[in-house]
């Protein structure tokens, strides 16, 4: 079983909350049992949540809604038109067409293959109309992407399936959409990722992805779900705001992925994308790792983080500062425990 490593920091001061009194707050810190990330969480916070994370202004989201609608180059069938394709070699028709999802290059890419897809017709939709339908169509198409470039291309192995969701999060088209990037070696985290459970692999002799969902479960503190062959948690030690973890079984690269995969991945996101919208965030980062294409190990299996990002609200305040940014920590909001509690409604 995995070791859950934790440790509490403490905080002097005459606080002029407490009549100039002496305060003491007690701040425990978490490390991830594989690659050591930090994380926070001062109950003393608790009461400033409302201040770091100042809820959604729906009439100011409604309003950019409609204002970036008008330019939009995907609604409509502009995309027809307006975004670029893939060679004839590549693929025949230029882009990849499933139900209302169509996949097709970025314009500005940040790796050998950075494809877009287009997450159905409407221009903006809430967290809690993310149908499990429509992320199976849009997931379908980035995994027969991902095919298409292991035939043409075997010297690019490292791919993520990503998405940015409103502009606090770092997108700069609000039409709902993901990112596919695949390159010839793996980005930072990605990186880490990979050589930490090669590690872990070579030192136990199990894969540690298999010990985490057998911890978390037998445990059952922030286990939430199993849907087929995925698993849905609350991250231990989280990278960004409410992180759930989904581990896919025994699934070492996007090249495994079944309809049951693809399934799954769409029925949790669609469940996580809810449950955000019940606590009132409306912006959202995820991203998929796979394993690197056909050189599996036995140390890895896909992984998927997703997190909340600042609530869309005008003069807005970024979650992402010197500490995380630059020291790398994270600052958890919600206990992980308590948010696998306000989860496992949804699932
Ligand atoms: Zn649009």
Known sequence: MLQWVSWTETARFHSPLHNGNLDEQIIEVRQDPLTGHQSIYNTALEGKASILFPATDQNYLEERAAATKATCFLCDGKWRS???????????????????????????????????????????????????????????????????????????????????????????????????????????????????????????????????????????????????????????????????????????SFLQWKDTHIRAAARGLSRVLSSYHALGFSTFNFSCFSGPLRQDDGSFTCVLRIIVRQNVTPHYRTDDYYFQKLLQNEIMIVRPEKLAEHMRGFF
């Open 82 to 252: 307006m975004t670029p394709s893939y060679p004839k070699d590549f693929i025949p028709q230029g882009r990849l067409l499933q139900g209302e999802a169509v996949l097709f290059p970025n314009l500005f890419p940040l790796s050998a293959y950075h494809a877009v897809v287009m997450v159905g017709n409407k221009h903006y939709r809430p967290l809690n109309d993310f149908p499990e339908d429509l992320l199976a169509d849009a997931l379908t198409l980035a995994v027969d992407f991902v095919r298409i470039c292991a035939e043409k291309t075997p010297n690019i192995p490292f791919f993520t399936i990503n998405a940015n969701y409103l502009f606090p999060a770092g997108a700069s088209v609000t039409h709902p959409h993901l990112q596919i990037l695949g390159a010839t070696q793996p980005g930072t985290h990605h990186r880490l990722l990979l050589n930490t459970s090669r590690n872990y692999k070579n030192l136990t002799g199990v894969r540690y992805w298999d010990e985490l969902v057998a911890s978390e479960r037998q445990e059952n503190q922030r286990y939430i779900a199993q849907i087929d062959e995925t698993h849905w948690m609350a991250a231990y030690s989280p990278m960004g705001v409410n992180e759930i973890l989904a581990v896919f079984s025994n699934t070492p």
